[in-house]
């Protein structure tokens, strides 16, 4: 079955601190994608990464880097020197050849940067 | 600019109206969705549509439902069938259908049954 985990319900940090976000997802597919979205207050989902399982490269996007581990079965989210603009809702999220046409999605961690 | 609209941003219906969603893009995108989010909660999946004149049931399709006359648009009909219909609806749309493709989504519409 798919499934997508994300253990910190809420976090809050002071700014400028570093904060990660844990995933951890459950597939038996061999080929599958991970992906993280943000939701800002105005509720829109904005996209900000995909990775397939076959890259298992850290990716780094300015402040933003994700650290996918396929032994763990996880791809967390660290923000570097949070802005209170991170404040939002980050959702991972799971695709792949089970349920092809959907996108299964945590229930998300609430982060909240603090001035 | 490409995107995804949905409007309008909040709604108001008394109990026992059925009432329409509308969802359009301009990003030439062949699959479209519509998820629920109820607060605190992830995202449920009530409706997808891979290609026009088609589409399939999702987690959380009953009292609902859609139609996909034109590539662009995906209204959603919510229905007195519905028994708690009050909740934020968003609307996405990819490439193409599969979980490879990441989905884009629109602003949201806040729904409120009294």
């Known amino acids: 079955a798919q499934k997508v985990t994300q253990a910190q319900t809420e976090i809050s940090v002071v700014e400028k601190e570093d904060v990660t976000l844990d995933c951890v997802y459950e597939?038996?597919?061999?080929?599958?994608?991970l992906f993280w979205y943000k939701q800002p207050p105005s509720g829109e989902l904005v996209f900000l990464i995909r990775?397939?399982?076959?890259?298992?490269q850290n990716e780094i996007s300015g402040r933003y880097s994700w650290n996918f581990q396929k032994s763990t079965s996880s791809f967390n989210f660290t923000i570097t020197a949070s802005q209170v603009v991170d404040s939002a809702v980050y959702f991972c999220?799971?695709?792949?050849?089970?349920?092809?046409?959907?996108?299964?999605f945590g229930t998300g961690t609430r982060l909240t940067v603090i001035p | 600019d490409g995107g995804i609209t949905q409007s309008p941003k909040y709604l108001f219906r008394k109990e026992g109206q059925n009432v329409t969603l509308s969802c359009e893009q301009n990003?030439?995108?062949?699959?479209m969705y519509w998820y629920r989010q109820d607060p605190g909660q992830g995202l449920r999946l009530i409706y997808y549509?891979?290609?026009?004149?088609?589409?399939q049931k999702g987690d959380i399709a009953e009292g609902y439902s859609v139609s996909r006359e034109k590539k662009e648009s995906f209204p959603l009909t919510v229905t007195s069938a519905q028994k708690n219909p009050t909740a934020f609806y968003l609307c996405?749309?990819?490439?193409?259908?599969?979980?490879?493709?990441?989905?884009?989504f629109g602003p949201g519409t806040r729904l409120t049954v009294t």
């Open positions: 999220a799971l695709g792949g050849q089970t349920g092809a046409n959907n996108l299964f």
């Open positions: 597939t038996r597919d061999t080929t599958y994608y």
């Open positions: 549509s891979q290609i026009v004149n088609d589409f």
């Open positions: 990003l030439n995108h062949d699959a």
């Open positions: 990775r397939n399982s076959f890259d298992e």
């Open positions: 996405a749309s990819s490439m193409t259908s599969g979980g490879y493709y990441e989905q884009y």
